[in-house]
């Protein structure tokens, strides 16, 4: 695969909203190990906000993309790697899913389409903002997510399926399902991820774990020690195939 994300254990996702624990910068996050950092927050989302984090992110030589919730929070920006765009798959509302990006497509004549991504979001925690906001239908069994995986996949052709859980530590089995509904398509987890094996739990599961919240509530030690939960798996997997 010659996806950027083909060899992400762990991304952080870092929200423009919020600021990180006092003392740390980015250059502590970028050491923490993580593959890549993820930049966008569903609440409370401006450009100035966004730009700040961008050129904060950019110096550092971990490669930087921006996920934006809305057309208002794309920012371009030298040093940025690329665009990471949700597409809500279970959204109630389909502005979520299309419209957005139409308006965006609509208003902005500087898309990078080389350097531009979609994730097909399967949204599971009813309680996240980004619940609310896209009136997300996440009363969701294993074989409907599982579905979701697959049309993304195979009819849609999503290069990445997000299981999000924003917030709360999710059920491994519907991250499972996911996986087990895509061919091609990279699933990426987040929600909850908060020590070593909670990260390599659902690292199993998934191609890809992001943590959130975590680098803003309890800072870059205890980040670290999800990186290593997360590589531990990728570890294991390339120790099984020697
Ligand atoms: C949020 O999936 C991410 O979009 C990570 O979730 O903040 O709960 O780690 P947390």
Request: hydrophobic residues 40%.
């Amino acid at each position: 695969m010659g996806v950027p994300w083909a060899d992400w254990d762990h991304v952080v996702k870092i929200d423009p909203d919020k600021t990180l624990r006092a003392g740390e910068t980015f250059e502590d996050v970028c050491a923490t190990g993580t593959d890549a950092l993820e930049i966008g927050g569903t609440t409370g989302m401006t450009e100035a906000k966004m730009a700040r984090v961008v050129e904060a992110t950019a110096a550092h030589d971990v490669p930087v993309y921006i996920e934006p919730s809305n057309v208002a929070s794309v920012v371009h920006r030298d040093g940025l790697d690329g665009y990471l765009i949700p597409i809500v798959l279970n959204a109630g509302d389909p502005f979520w899913t299309v419209g957005a990006h139409k308006e965006w497509a609509r208003l902005d004549d500087r898309i990078d389409w080389r350097r531009t991504y979609t994730e097909a979001y399967v949204i599971m925690n009813p309680e996240a903002s980004v619940a609310e906001y896209t009136d997300a239908d996440c009363d969701l069994e294993p074989d409907e997510v599982a579905a979701y995986a697959e049309i993304a996949d195979r009819a849609l052709g999503q290069e990445i399926v997000y299981v999000e859980y924003s917030g709360t530590y999710g059920d491994p089995d519907i991250v499972r399902a996911a996986a087990d509904g895509t061919d091609d398509a990279s699933v990426f987890y987040g929600g909850g991820i908060r020590d070593y094996e909670s990260a390599r739990e659902m690292r199993q599961r998934a191609d890809t774990v992001i943590v959130g919240d975590l680098v803003h509530d309890e800072g870059v030690e205890a980040v670290r020690e999800t990186v290593d939960g997360a590589r531990a798996v990728s570890t294991e997997t390339a120790d099984r195939h020697q």
